[in-house]
């Protein structure tokens, strides 16, 4: 009831790009352990993760957050990486991703068929995970895909300490040291966890 689903502007072309540097098969495992599953995404831009669970099990309930910002998404699904696996969008997607608020309104469209399972929440983690809680969100699975940060990770225990943790990005950016990698690693000591 707080977060209703979103109005999409007519129009809104759909397009998800498959960002997958492996391991995501594991959250599925998860999620077909749990008879309703409820899974708190941290960072959805267009929504491929959430869509794989939303496939993965036809009875788990999402809420994705994410600030879904402006004048990211058409710049970095077009760039000429070697490690992109997606087909760059058409121009009338870029146009739509670059218009105000293109990113989320692209989202809802991506994920509109499964509306009765998804809420969007629109706002950084560190501004809304505790409105979360506050509205009774007890999530069984935490995915956090975000901002590279360890709040994340102390801010889900703190609200959530019985919710199963999982992420992306734990081998990312060896440039800058895998600083997930980093922040988990330092989580789990700091709770003698391995």
């Given amino acids: 009831r707080q977060y209703p689903w979103p109005e999409v502007p007519e129009g809104t072309p759909r397009y ?8 995501r098969f594991l959250v599925d495992r998860l999620l077909i352990r749990h ?3 409820t899974l708190l995404e941290i960072g ?8 794989r669970w939303l496939k993965a099990s036809p009875r788990v309930e999402i809420v994705t957050v ?17 490690w992109r696996t997606w087909a760059a969008p058409g ?7 670059e218009a105000p608020d293109g990113l989320y309104h692209t989202f809802l469209a991506n994920l509109a068929p499964y509306r009765d399972r998804v809420v969007p929440v629109r706002g950084p983690s ?23 940060k360890r ?15 999982t992420g992306d990005d734990y081998q990312w950016a060896p ?10 690693n330092a989580f789990a000591a700091a709770h003698g966890y391995t």
């Fill in 16 to 23: 998800v790009a498959d960002i997958d540097g492996g391991g």
């Fill in 35 to 37: 008879p309703q599953p």
């Fill in 44 to 51: 959805a831009f267009l929504g491929g993760s959430t869509l």
């Fill in 66 to 82: 994410d600030p879904w910002p402006d004048g990211i998404a058409a710049d970095f699904l077009t760039r000429d990486d070697p």
């Fill in 91 to 97: 121009e009338d997607v870029v146009r739509a991703l």
């Fill in 126 to 148: 560190e501004q809304v995970l505790d409105q979360l809680a506050a509205h009774g969100l007890s999530p069984d699975i935490i995915y956090i895909d975000a901002d590279k």
């Fill in 151 to 165: 709040s994340d990770l102390d801010d889900c225990f703190r609200l959530w300490p019985h919710a199963q943790l």
């Fill in 175 to 184: 440039e800058r040291g895998y600083p997930m990698q980093q922040h988990v």
